[in-house]
């Protein structure tokens, strides 16, 4: 069975500071990651995906996020956080061989930028 | 190009009722998939539809049921709501195998 872990409920980061969320992963096969950002009482925002190739993936909004096979992890990040980054975030995984599009998400993680 | 589309955005019901909560895919998006999102259980995958064909399944009872339309609108049920169901329900749609799913803002059910 496929599943990600996000460890940290919280993280706290200053404005202008990096950030990273983190990320790992159990699946059978080759993943399919993606990252989601949640607003208050809105739904989910695509930020990135992993399907193959580069290990660094470039996202929307200056998010970023590593895949690395061996820690089976896939860490968001951010060079240099803004306030307005403070949201809900999700990581998800998708089997790559069932073919069907059923996402299974990490139990999110909360971001504060603080002025 | 207009996103995923799901009405109502709020619903209030009593025990026992029934809802139908309603999704539009991004023009062109065949899957489309639904999640309960609660704060005790998280995200939870509902069911995938494709091309009016169920082709995956949550663990949720038989009382949660959807179907898709040839025009990939989709629909789901609750039947004999329970207090438990109270969530924020959402709608997916994506393209393809191994592409991003969109999601909607989401239906606010409040069972009282």
């Known amino acids: 069975a496929q599943s990600v872990a996000q460890p940290e409920d919280q993280v706290n980061v200053a404005e202008g500071n990096p950030l990273t969320v983190k990320c790992t992963y159990s699946?059978?096969?080759?993943?399919?990651l993606f990252w989601y950002v949640q607003y208050p009482n809105r739904g989910l925002q695509f930020l990135l995906k992993?399907?193959?190739?580069?290990?660094l993936v470039k996202g929307s909004y200056g998010f970023e996020a590593e895949f690395n096979k061996s820690q089976t992890s896939f860490h968001l990040k951010k060079p240099s956080a803004l306030v307005s980054d403070s949201a809900l975030y999700f990581c998800?995984?998708?089997?790559?061989?069932?073919?069907?599009?059923?996402?299974?998400f990490g139990t999110g993680t909360r971001l504060l930028v603080s002025p | 190009k207009a996103g995923v589309t799901q009405t109502p955005r709020y619903l209030i019901k009593t025990r026992g009722q029934q809802v139908t909560l309603s999704c539009s895919p991004i023009?062109?998006?065949?899957?489309v998939s639904w999640y309960q999102q609660t704060p005790g259980q998280g995200l939870q995958f509902l069911f995938e539809?494709?091309?009016?064909?169920?082709?995956n399944k949550g663990n949720f009872p038989g009382r949660f049921s959807g179907r898709q339309f040839s025009n990939s609108r989709s629909e789901m049920n609750v039947s004999t709501l329970e207090l438990g169901d109270s969530a924020l329900y959402l709608c997916?749609?994506?393209?393809?195998?191994?592409?991003?799913?969109?999601f909607g803002q989401g239906t606010r059910l409040t069972v009282v």
């Open positions: 699946v059978s096969g080759n993943p399919y």
């Open positions: 023009s062109g998006h065949r899957s």
């Open positions: 992993y399907i193959t190739g580069d290990n």
């Open positions: 998800a995984v998708r089997d790559v061989n069932t073919g069907f599009q059923k996402l299974v």
């Open positions: 997916a749609s994506s393209l393809e195998r191994g592409s991003e799913a969109f």
């Open positions: 539809y494709f091309s009016e064909t169920q082709r």
